[in-house]
């Protein structure tokens, strides 16, 4: 069993052999991850030896890890902060700027506010925050593209924030 495929533990872009970059060719990510869950799913090794049953077994789990990883932006730009050695700890304890921490309490208390069956406030607002998300998201790119760590670190918190924001209950359609 060659269960490296060009890949050393938890290197999820060598495991999928992508270029470590937090803008990802998704469609590339779906099928080098479909491509190893043929080769090592471990219903394959049934007949095998223990030892390579519980290698493919916990194989298939760094696959099914890395793809869930790095499918998500948020937890990609995580993941890629924390392989440049960002102390995260010490990032959210930094924080995010003030102006920031406005908005989105300006966004919750909107959301609080929102009657379920506006479904134009719903929709604009799911906008906004889709709007101050790319922004965020956008400008950790740049940070993390010039080795601005602290300042990618603040804008990952950002997209965190805005991130479950946007899956509150109350933006769905009832």
């Given at each position: 069993m060659?269960?490296t495929?060009?890949?050393?533990a938890?290197?999820y872009?060598?495991?999928f052999q992508?270029e470590?970059?937090?803008?990802l ?8 991850y479909h ?11 049934a007949?095998k ?6 290698l ?8 099914n890890?890395?793809y869930?990883?790095?499918?998500d932006?948020v937890?990609?730009?995580e993941?890629l ?5 960002v102390?995260l700890a010490?990032?959210?304890r930094?924080g995010v700027?003030t102006?920031?921490?406005?908005t ?8 609080e506010e ?5 479904a134009v406030g ?5 906008e ?8 965020s998201?956008?400008q950790f790119?740049?940070?993390?593209a010039?080795s601005?760590y602290?300042?990618?670190a603040?804008h990952?918190q950002e997209?965190c ?6 899956s509150e209950p109350?933006?769905?359609v009832s």
């Open positions: 060659n269960a495929a060009g890949a050393t938890r290197d872009f060598s495991l992508l470590p970059n937090f803008a060719d998704e469609t590339a990510l779906e099928r080098a491509k190893l869950l043929t080769q090592f799913h471990p219903d394959l090794y007949g030896p223990q030892v390579e049953q519980r493919a077994a916990q194989f298939c789990a760094d696959i890890s890395g869930r990883i790095l499918s932006e937890s990609r730009a993941y902060l924390k392989q440049a050695g102390d010490a990032a959210e930094a700027e102006a920031f921490l406005m989105q309490i300006s966004l919750r208390e909107r959301l929102l009657d379920q069956s506006d719903r929709g604009s607002l799911t906004e925050i889709h709007g101050h998300y790319t922004v998201r956008d790119a740049n940070g993390l010039t601005a602290p300042e990618a603040r990952w997209m924030y805005l991130s479950k924001l946007l109350k933006l769905r």
